[in-house]
T-cell receptor, first 112, second 117 residues
Framework: GQNIDQPTEMTATEGAIVQINCTYQ??????LFWYQQHAGEAPTFLSY????GLEEKGRFSSFLSRSKGYSYLLLKELQMKDSASYLC?????????????FGKGTSLLVTP | GAVVSQHPSWVICKSGTSVKIECRSL??????MFWYRQFPKQSLMLMAT?????????EQGVEKDKFLINHASLTLSTLTVTSAHPEDSSFYIC?????????????FGPGTRLTVT
């Protein structure tokens, strides 16, 4: 299994930038995913990193350092609708079927 | 994008009864599907990996006789919660992994909220 750690809660202001960190420990790393989940809904895919570096997709970017077991999700130009839980998930080669193992999630509150 | 549906979206049942939840990939084939459970304000916990045509693989601590999984076709997996108890009340979410070279693509269903009274 993996130990996946991310902050429980964060608060940021509309229009600002926020960085959500995730650290993990795994023996057979095969990719790191970020998902967004609004209350009572299923997670929606945001990003995927398997190589070191930054992946940019619109207002969202995700960074990975495999040697440090570290990733972050960067959200720019925050909007009120970005208030949600952000889940860091790691895929391990040892897990059957390429299942994802999720961290506890970071609840982000965007304030006016 | 790929769509995964779940049915029902919510269900209330009495303690001791069984409930079946369906997970369908609507526009792609999925040899592998996953079942997760999420309690309030907690993250998704993987329960089992469902493989078409073979037995499911259960995570440690998940009772295979209580949570029956059937993956009879490339587009449908079902989870049956047998002899449900109030502690089984939770949000059950399935995801389907796209077959072929698109292994990184995994799509979640909208979830099923189960309440056992």
């Amino acid at each position: 299994g993996q130990n996946i750690d991310q902050p429980t809660e964060m608060t940021a202001t509309e229009g600002a930038i926020v960085q959500i960190n995730c650290t993990y420990q795994t023996s057979g790393f095969n990719g790191l995913f970020w998902y967004q989940q609004h209350a009572g809904e299923a997670p929606t895919f945001l990003s995927y990193n398997v190589l070191d570096g930054l992946e940019e997709k619109g207002r969202f970017s995700s960074f990975l350092s495999r040697s440090k077991g570290y990733s972050y999700l960067l959200l720019k130009e925050l909007q009120m609708k970005d208030s949600a839980s952000y889940l860091c998930a790691v895929r391990d080669l040892s897990d059957s079927g390429y299942a994802l193992n999720f961290g506890k999630g970071t609840s982000l509150l965007v304030t006016p | 994008g790929a769509v995964v549906s779940q049915h029902p979206s919510w269900v209330i049942c009495k303690s001791g009864t069984s409930v079946k939840i369906e997970c369908r990939s609507l526009d792609f084939q999925a040899t592998t599907m996953f079942w997760y459970r999420q309690f309030p304000k907690q993250s998704l916990m993987l329960m089992a990996t469902s493989n078409e045509g073979s037995k499911a693989t259960y995570e440690q601590g998940v009772e295979k006789d209580k949570f029956l999984i059937n993956h009879a076709s490339l587009t449908l997996s079902t989870l049956t919660v047998t002899s449900a108890h109030p502690e089984d009340s939770s949000f059950y979410i399935c995801s389907a992994r796209v077959d072929g070279p698109r292994l990184n693509e995994q799509y979640f269903g909208p979830g099923t909220r189960l309440t056992v009274t």
